[in-house]
């Protein structure tokens, strides 16, 4: 049972049909004049209207990218080059994904200013800090529209608002969001969207971005002027196509969807916190994804876990990031203002609609298990410990968490 659709899907059959022919048959360059080239290029204009459709938007706006991550490039370093002359001044969250913050990280290298608004504890900002943020230098305004580790939604229609008031640009990350809830660009006040092909059943490297018409940004990838010059490189068409017709599906079925995965998840959520003694969820209850959530168990270690769970046949992620040698806990949940200790002991667990063979009553069973197993090897819920004398917040030598 695979539970971390949150970090990818699966492929759908109709989407991988329907991309075939364009690896064997229909190769041809869509930049070229003859039949070959021409239907190649009929499927990247069909694959555009079917984007443009699932998000509100007009075919011309929209342009394929080779993924989210580069999307999200593509939105901040094209508008702060642009820009950099008006102002170096950009706002965000403390708990974007990486391709977000590690691409602000590094125009701070380059003396841009980067205020980041805290998310507080139940990881939604706070619309009057963005309002005290924004300074005659802000250029841009980049806030994710849902979470990829706690599926909390942001209040993307008013922080639009606000930053069309003040004549700054704003661009949001839909990788989460988007095929679960309504993702609108008009309703959304949004001047420039992210968008993922893998989230949703299609194909990993292929991703769009969404440019209301009339922002300017610098590309950054310069060539052959595919892609309205703005994304140079002759088209990933295979990968475009079943992008196409995976968001074509995600779009007919959104509603089906949501109320299919929102009421495994509340049946979840209402197993696990009744069965476990010491459970929580992390974020808020109300505003979030319909198909993701992150629990707590107080006193476990989440490495540990995720690997009994995968014993078992289930297939989940955590925030607790105890890889080789780099003892991190999620920024995410950090940001959540969680004690490390605490933030070791998560699960995410993302739901897919084809997930329907999923025994919640089972699941939570063999969750329940598995964290009595572990608590009661852990020296936290075993004996009343001094937290720092457990777990040195660096993780030194003598801790004993790790
Ligand atoms: C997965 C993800 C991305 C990155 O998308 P890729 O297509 O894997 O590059 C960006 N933002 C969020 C919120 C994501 O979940």
């Known amino acids: 049972m695979y539970l971390d659709n949150s970090a990818t899907t699966q492929v759908s059959q109709e989407v991988f049909e329907e991309m075939k022919p364009y690896f064997t048959e229909v190769f041809g360059n869509p930049s070229t004049l003859y039949r070959f080239g021409r239907e190649s290029k009929k499927a990247l204009n069909q694959a555009r209207q079917r984007v443009a459709d699932a998000i509100n938007a007009k ?24 820009y ?24 701070e290298s380059l003396d841009f200013k980067v205020t980041y608004l805290p998310v507080y504890e139940n990881g939604i900002i706070k619309v009057e800090d963005l309002k005290e943020a ?25 922080i639009g608002k606000i930053a069309r008031e003040k004549g700054i640009i704003f661009h949001t990350d ?11 660009v008009e309703k959304l006040n949004v001047d420039l969207l992210s968008l993922s092909s893998h989230k949703i059943n299609g194909p990993k490297g292929v991703g769009a971005i969404y440019i209301k018409k009339g922002t300017n940004l610098v590309p950054l990838i310069h060539g052959g002027g595919q892609e309205r010059g703005i994304r140079a490189g002759t088209e990933n068409v295979a990968g475009i196509v ?41 974020g808020d209850i109300e505003h979030r994804l319909p198909n993701l959530v992150n629990f707590r168990f107080k006193a476990i270690e989440g490495e540990s876990l995720v690997l ?15 890889s080789s040698n780099k003892l991190e806990a999620s920024p995410v949940l950090t940001a959540l203002g969680l004690d490390p200790v605490d933030v070791h002991g998560s699960l995410r667990l993302s739901l897919a609609p084809e997930s329907d063979s999923f025994d919640v009553d089972e699941f939570v069973d063999t969750l329940a298990d598995a964290v009595r197993r572990l608590r009661e090897i852990s020296p936290l819920w075993n004996q009343e410990l001094d937290y720092d004398s457990v777990m040195c917040k660096k993780h030194g030598d003598d801790c004993r968490m790790c």
Do not use: W
Request: aromatic share 6%; charged share 25%; proline share 3%.
């Open 59 to 82: 075919a011309d706006e929209i342009i394929f990218t080779g993924g989210g991550s580069e999307s999200d490039n593509l939105a901040i370093k094209g508008i702060a080059f642009k």
């Open 84 to 107: 950099l002359n008006q102002g170096k001044h950009i706002i965000t969250t403390e708990f974007e994904h990486p391709a977000v913050k590690e691409t602000l990280k590094f125009l």
């Open 134 to 158: 924004i300074t005659p230098e802000t250029i841009l305004i980049t806030i994710m529209h849902g979470n990829n580790e706690i599926g909390t939604i942001q209040p993307i229609e008013e």
């Open 174 to 184: 839909a990788v989460q969001t988007f095929g679960k809830i309504e993702v609108d």
């Open 242 to 282: 079943g992008f196409g017709k995976a968001c074509e599906l995600a779009a007919s079925q959104l509603d089906e969807h949501y109320v299919k995965l929102s009421s495994i998840r509340d049946e979840l959520i209402e197993k696990v916190l009744s069965t476990i003694p010491e459970s929580y969820v992390n």
């Open 308 to 322: 009994i769970l995968d014993s078992k046949g289930y297939q989940a992620s955590t925030g607790s990031a105890c």
